[in-house]
């Protein structure tokens, strides 16, 4: 357990006995890869967050690629995504040689601002990214009237158990994409899920995971006619989950909603004390939101603060507190500031969140005296 007195990470899975003794049968049963923790991980999520369908990756990242792929993005198309955004966002839209078109967010909740969208629509724009950011759901119902007809892939990387309007994540757009990454709310160590209510996606995605063949290892096994071999109609990839991870799975995804609560109550630890900093402003939860609090990402507003951005989190960090940048703006890393010949101030934002947003630690292995440390800190600072 991490006390005020020791160092605070940036994040820290909770994972202990029932994740180790959800381990031993598939040691012991020999079925390691795609199988049935795997199944029964899927239809566990699916069921939390209101989909026919989840299908299980080995991240969201390889998530984002087959479901830009279901949807048949290729080469001359364009995908818009936020610009403020973790790379991988950006790079499943390149992974299909497709044209990646940045919008502009929403200072106030880091999310890609509908109406820039709207700026962005052309006749080749073939799919839609919302990125729910640190756990905020995008406001999709926005962006469906903004594009109509065109598919949403929502990027639900940071926002297992989140939700709009009483819908989940995931059930909002037309596919959506999960990471189990540790600096998630649940973990499987490196891990994804993809869900949806389209039969044709769910299929297409199924075969893509596994090279593309129309048939699991596992149903091969347990037929009756061992001399089946899968057909393979299409070209795809080893993005498969093992076994380990879908146990694992299963007992972080039964622990999900104890796991939101909890950061939900830390969350209002900090928006209780911060906004006696008056160079911070906290995160923002508009009404209808339930905010899944994967991070907790404040602005510095450096014309007031004693000190920028960076020295802040230097002297916190010498304090033992551990923080970073919200995440970066993706149109300023070199390759696609250089690809598609971008400026900082292009969109101008996504710059400001890049240079002066920072993250505070929030998570499951943090208690109350952490968040009361973290908080004084910044209270005290001068
Ligand atoms: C917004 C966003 N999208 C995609 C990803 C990629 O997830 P993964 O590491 O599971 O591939 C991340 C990971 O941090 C993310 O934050």
């Given at each position: ?13 909770l994972t202990?006995q029932e ?6 049968e598939?040691?012991?049963?020999g ?6 923790k ?8 699916a ?13 969201c990242t390889a998530a ?9 993005v ?17 790079n499943?839209v390149?992974?299909c040689?497709?044209?990646?078109v940045f919008?502009?967010?929403d200072?106030?909740?880091f999310?890609?601002?509908p ?13 839609i990214?919302?990125?729910?950011l640190?756990?905020?759901c995008?406001?999709i ?12 892939v ?5 926002a297992?158990g ?6 989940p994540?995931g ?44 048939i699991s290892?596992e ?22 989950m093992t ?7 299963i ?6 909603d ?5 950061r ?7 928006t209780?004390?911060l906004?006696s900093?008056?160079w ?9 939101y339930?905010?899944?609090w ?7 507003d450096?014309?007031?603060?004693p ?11 010498q304090?033992?507190?551990s ?10 890393l070199?390759?696609?500031a ?28 943090m ?5 009361k440390?973290v ?7 001068v």
């Amino acid at each position: 357990m991490v006390t005020a007195q020791r160092k605070i990470p940036i994040a820290a899975p909770l994972t202990g006995q029932e994740e180790w003794e959800a381990l031993k049968e598939p040691v012991f049963s020999g079925w390691l890869t795609q199988g049935p923790k795997v199944a029964e991980f899927e239809r566990l999520f699916a069921e939390r967050h209101g989909v026919k369908h989840a299908i299980a990756v080995s991240n969201c990242t390889a998530a984002l690629h087959l479901a830009l792929l279901a949807i048949g993005v290729r080469e001359g198309d364009e995908v818009i995504v936020p610009a403020f955004t973790w790379v991988a966002t950006a790079n499943s839209v390149l992974y299909c040689n497709a044209t990646l078109v940045f919008a502009d967010i929403d200072i106030s909740t880091f999310n890609i601002n509908p109406d820039e969208i709207a700026k962005k629509i052309t006749k080749k724009t073939k799919a839609i990214i919302p990125v729910h950011l640190f756990g905020l759901c995008a406001d999709i119902e926005a962006i469906k009237k903004i594009a109509p007809g065109i598919p949403i892939v929502e990027d639900g990387a940071c926002a297992a158990g989140a939700a709009l309007n009483n819908k989940p994540a995931g059930s909002l757009g037309d596919i959506g994409c999960f990471s189990f990454h540790p600096r998630k709310s649940i973990t499987t160590g490196e891990g994804g899920m993809i869900t949806t209510n389209n039969d044709k996606y769910a299929d297409t995605i199924n075969k893509l995971r596994n090279h593309g063949a129309s048939i699991s290892e596992e149903s091969r096994h347990h037929g009756p006619k061992p001399y089946i071999l899968p057909a393979f109609d299409m070209v795809g990839y080893n993005y498969r989950m093992t076994d380990l991870q879908g146990a694992v799975g299963i007992v972080q995804l039964k622990k999900l909603d104890r796991f939101i609560e909890e950061r939900q109550k830390f969350a209002e630890i900090y928006t209780g004390e911060l906004p006696s900093v008056p160079w911070l402003s906290v995160p923002s939860v508009p009404s209808g939101y339930r905010h899944g609090w994967q991070s907790y990402v404040c602005m510095v507003d450096e014309t007031k603060s004693p000190k920028s951005r960076n020295e802040i989190m230097e002297f916190l960090e010498q304090k033992g507190i551990s923080t970073r940048p919200g995440t970066h703006a993706v149109h300023m890393l070199g390759y696609y500031a250089g690809k598609y010949k971008l400026k900082p101030l292009d969109f101008p934002n996504s710059f400001k969140a890049n240079e002066y947003s920072i993250a505070l630690p929030l998570h499951n292995n943090m208690v109350h005296e952490d968040f009361k440390h973290v908080a004084q800190s910044l209270i005290k600072l001068v």
